[in-house]
């Protein structure tokens, strides 16, 4: 059975940094397109980053700049820095993965909470 599980999530001040983690098994990592996305209170799931299995990133408007995600193709695990955070980064974070060629085929981890506030 695939899993995605993140880590990393909490409380921060803003300006302060995070980093989260997602490590997926049973998937062939190699083969997905792995990314990050979140969904604030009331709104909808939003695109925040992707990389391609060859390093290729992508990333919101929003997050350019602050934002950095990376890919461990040699421990299965994706990264998600993020500095300079703002109170409006504050949201669910989910785990992405989504086959490079099968687009429906995508999984989804469970989510770490993250909140920046003073």
């Known amino acids: 059975q695939v899993q995605l599980v993140e880590s990393g999530g909490g409380l921060v001040q803003p300006g302060g940094s995070l980093r989260l983690t997602c490590v997926p098994s049973a998937i062939i990592f190699s083969t997905y397109t792995m990314g990050w996305y979140r969904q604030a209170p009331g709104r909808q799931r939003d695109l925040v980053a992707t990389v391609t299995s060859g390093g290729f990133t992508n990333y919101a408007d929003s997050v350019k700049g602050r934002f950095a995600i990376s890919r461990d193709n040699a421990k299965n695990t994706v990264y998600l820095q993020m500095n300079s955070l703002k109170p409006e980064d504050t949201a669910v974070y989910y785990c992405?993965?989504?086959?490079?060629?099968?687009?429906?085929?995508?999984?989804w981890g469970q989510g770490t909470q993250v909140t920046v506030s003073s």
């Open positions: 992405n993965a989504q086959h490079a060629r099968v687009g429906q085929l995508q999984y």
